[in-house]
């Protein structure tokens, strides 16, 4: 194997090693989850670029499954419709895409659920402070300092890195998790 293939595979994995410290977390984010959905509640998911694509991931495996058949769960990825975020960048600004859909949609019960490998985009910011307006649990997926958005998370998973590449991949690892999660409880069983 090249050097730099290498050096991929080792920062991976001395990430992963140091994910473990998270791992309580994903638990208890679990278990926000679970009594979201129990009172009713929605997952509100979002992100720009690669972030924009784990935010859709989680919502997949949240609205279809992850590893069993189980009933589905209410979730929205807020950067998947076209139009109403060229609408809402066209008539106000980006920066307003997601605060103006989780000023619409976001109550008391659901969880809006942030992916972002720095927490600084303004767009991240503002739908979080939106979110928090309106009663919402916020989730914050984020990476190194977790940026302002971290002061703005009811709930953060951090990845241990500021590497974007090695942040994504322990984004997977966090929202893989939490379906099994979400699986296991859909489907009446008990994790062990």
Not at 128 to 147: E, H, P, S, V, Y
Request: overall charge negative; charged content about 20%.
């Amino acid at each position: 194997m090249s050097d730099w293939l290498d050096e991929q595979l080792d920062a991976h994995i001395r990430t992963a090693t140091d994910a473990a410290a998270q791992l309580p977390a994903v638990k208890a984010v679990g278990a926000v989850l679970i009594d979201a959905f129990e009172k009713g509640g929605t997952l509100y998911t979002f992100g720009n670029g690669g972030s924009a694509a784990d935010a859709q991931h989680f919502t997949g495996e949240v609205i279809g499954h992850y590893r069993r058949d189980r009933r589905p769960l209410p979730a929205v990825t807020l950067s998947t419709d076209a139009t109403v975020s060229t609408c809402i960048a066209n008539d106000y600004a980006f920066e307003d895409i997601f605060s103006r859909q989780v000023q619409a949609l976001a109550r008391p019960h659901d969880v809006v659920a942030a992916f972002t490998t720095s927490g600084r985009s303004q767009n991240i910011v503002d739908a979080l402070t939106a979110a928090r307006a309106n009663g919402a649990t916020t989730l914050l997926f984020g990476g190194g300092d977790g940026g302002p958005s971290l002061a703005l998370a009811d709930h953060v998973l951090l990845s241990p890195s500021s590497d974007t590449p090695r942040i994504q991949e322990m984004h997977t690892f966090f929202l893989h998790a939490l379906s099994e999660i979400l699986d296991a409880w859909a489907a009446g069983e008990e994790l062990a």
